[in-house]
């Protein structure tokens, strides 16, 4: 248990579907991420909030929409997937962008996605 | 941020220790070294990181060369469920409160037998 809750854990969605990935962390952080991790591929790096502002954005595709209405909260909002955005997307959080004393950041489990 | 290059894949013998190498040799002088690891299916977790000194902490053991060009991940006693892919990243950390992103590589997949 790392501090960092996803909901869902697994989400299955038809292309034409508009869903929502939901992140929370309890960990008292005010930095949050989007990673993407897709079959035998390394993660990526997708979004970054610094106290629910967006500080990053990594050439994704806007059918991707990222929300932080506070620096507990981090959701990915889905709409008009296509196959190949099957993939595990994880929430990160850490104290602040240089990750706090230790640097770390913080995962949380995952959703796992199928875009049918 | 430096780039790092880590063997695909490694066996280890339960019981012994797990030492995983990385060569990092265009690291700058603010760049420090991280180790995560993720467990299939799981997200990464955080195992240690180092400068320039030698880092032991309850999980592993780091030892960086003294160019600093290479590392080694030492798990001392390994068991099943150190089973992973294990990654090492290079970042610039806690420079203006901003730091360096981390951008996983393949990683090396560590494999425990009984």
């Known amino acids: 248990e790392t501090g960092v809750t996803q909901t869902p854990r697994h989400l299955v969605m038809g292309m034409t579907n508009k869903k929502s990935l939901k992140c929370e962390q309890h960990?008292?952080?005010?930095?949050m991420y989007w990673y993407k991790q897709s079959a035998k591929k390394p993660l990526e790096l997708m979004f970054v909030y610094n106290f629910k502002e967006q500080t990053e954005n990594n050439s994704v595709p806007s059918r991707f929409s990222p929300e932080c209405p506070n620096s507990s909260h981090l959701f990915l909002h889905l709409h008009t997937l296509q196959p190949e955005d099957s993939a595990l997307y994880l929430c990160a959080s850490s104290q602040d962008l240089a990750g706090g004393p230790l640097g770390e950041q913080f995962f949380g489990p995952g959703t796992r996605l199928t875009v049918l | 941020d430096a780039k790092t290059t880590q063997p695909p894949s490694m066996d280890c013998a339960e019981g012994r220790a797990a030492n995983l190498p990385c060569n990092h040799s265009t690291i700058s002088g603010n760049e420090y070294v991280y180790w995560y690891r993720q467990i299939h299916s799981q997200g990464p977790q955080y195992i240690i990181h180092?400068?320039?000194n030698n880092e032991t902490n309850e999980m592993a053991s780091l030892i960086i060369t003294e160019d600093r060009k290479s590392s080694t991940l030492i798990l001392p006693h390994a068991t099943l469920r150190d089973t992973a892919v294990y990654y090492c990243?290079?970042?610039?950390?806690?420079?203006?409160?901003?730091?360096?992103?981390?951008?996983f590589g393949q990683g090396t997949e560590l494999s425990v037998k009984p």
């Open positions: 960990l008292g952080h005010n930095a």
């Open positions: 180092g400068l320039k």
């Open positions: 990243i290079v970042r610039v950390a806690n420079v203006d409160n901003q730091g360096g992103k981390l951008i």
